[in-house]
T-cell receptor
């Protein structure tokens, strides 16, 4: 059964720092991995989708990598801003369950 | 393109009642998935519909059901509500089956059961 873990659960950084959010999954037989952002009380905003055949994806200040063999993905945020404050969720699709399995998220706070 | 819309945004129901939530996907998207989000369990998959057929179902009791219409709009129904059903219910749409396609989420319906 696929399990997705995100460490740390919460992170506080000063504005301008580069940071890395971690995501690990137990079943490497995934089709893709997606990173989302969720603001308090809101739905999820898709940030990046990495297909199983890809190693990384980039969008603006965000870069996500995928290493299936080690069961890990990282989300790199460059030059963090207060507006980046949100909960970041990763979700793996595939394995034996055939649906998106979410981690519990990392709550990021960027201090001005 | 308009995003995924969900109605209503907020609901308050009493134990034992039933509720129906609605989701309109992005135009052209044929796959709709439903998720339940609670502080304790996080996001959990309920079911996925593609072209009016349920493709996949999560580990929820039979009180949770759904359907998809020919225009891809989807509804989910929860019967005999329990306090533990209080949650944010999110739907997501994608262009095809979720295997290869990015999923786009709606704002959610906040259900409170008293």
């Amino acid at each position: 059964k696929q399990e997705v873990t995100q460490i740390p659960a919460a992170l506080s950084v000063p504005e301008g720092e580069n940071l890395v959010l971690n995501c690990s999954f137990t079943d490497s037989a995934i089709y893709n991995l997606q990173w989302f952002r969720q603001d308090p009380g809101k739905g999820l905003t898709s940030l990046l989708l990495i297909q199983s055949s890809q190693r990384e994806q980039t969008s603006g200040r965000l870069n996500a990598s995928l290493d299936k063999s080690s069961g890990r993905s990282t989300l790199y945020i460059a030059a963090s801003q207060p507006g980046d404050s949100a909960t970041y969720l990763c979700a793996a699709y595939g394995g034996s369950q055939g649906n998106l399995i979410f981690g519990k998220g990392t709550k990021l706070s960027v201090k001005p | 393109k308009a995003g995924v819309t969900q109605t209503p945004r907020y609901l308050i129901k009493t134990r034992g009642q039933q509720v129906t939530l609605s989701c309109s996907p992005i135009s052209g998207h044929r796959s709709v998935s439903w998720y339940q989000q609670t502080p304790g369990q996080g996001l959990q998959f309920l079911f996925e519909y593609f072209s009016e057929t349920q493709r996949n179902k999560g580990n929820f009791p039979g009180r949770f059901s759904g359907r998809q219409f020919s225009n891809s709009r989807s509804e989910m129904n929860v019967s005999t509500l329990e306090l533990g059903d209080s949650a944010l219910y999110l739907c997501a749409s994608s262009a095809g089956t979720a295997v290869r396609y990015e999923q786009y989420f709606g704002p959610g319906t906040r259900l409170t059961v008293t």
